[in-house]
């Protein structure tokens, strides 16, 4: 079992920078892949970034690859989201996942989720 609370968001202009923090409890979180994904009013749940469970392998969504950088730290438990030169497209609420092995590929590879953090870029 796996328990994800995410902090971080808020209200940043455009351009700005914010930085999600995901706070996993549970003796599996070092063996296996996290990610992080996003879902805007009246639109699905998408992918946004994964992590292997070393670290060592990340993956992004074309819409935030070179803005967004997820990165964890297996000692704390924790995994974060890094989102520079943040867009208004970029609002959505943020939800940190736990996948069921080291690597995911899909979102049906991810068994455990957070409640979610607000994220709001003004333009």
């Known amino acids: 079992q796996v328990q994800l609370v995410e902090s971080g968001g808020g209200l940043v202009q455009a351009g700005g920078s914010l930085r999600l923090s995901c706070a996993a409890s549970?003796?599996?979180?070092?063996?296996?892949?996290m990610g992080w994904f996003r879902q805007a009013p009246g639109k699905e749940r998408e992918f946004v970034a994964t992590?292997?469970?070393?670290?060592?392998?990340?993956n992004y969504a074309d819409s935030v690859k070179g803005r967004f950088t997820i990165s964890r730290d297996n000692a704390k438990n924790m995994v974060y989201l890094q989102m520079n030169s943040l867009k208004p497209e970029d609002t959505a609420v943020y939800y940190c996942?736990?996948?069921?092995?080291?690597?995911?590929?899909?979102?049906?590879?991810?068994?455990?989720w957070g409640q979610g953090t607000q994220v709001t870029v003004s333009s």
């Open positions: 996942a736990a996948a069921r092995a080291s690597w995911a590929r899909s979102t049906l590879d991810y068994e455990y």
């Open positions: 992590i292997s469970r070393s670290g060592g392998l990340t």
């Open positions: 549970g003796r599996t979180f070092s063996s296996v892949a």
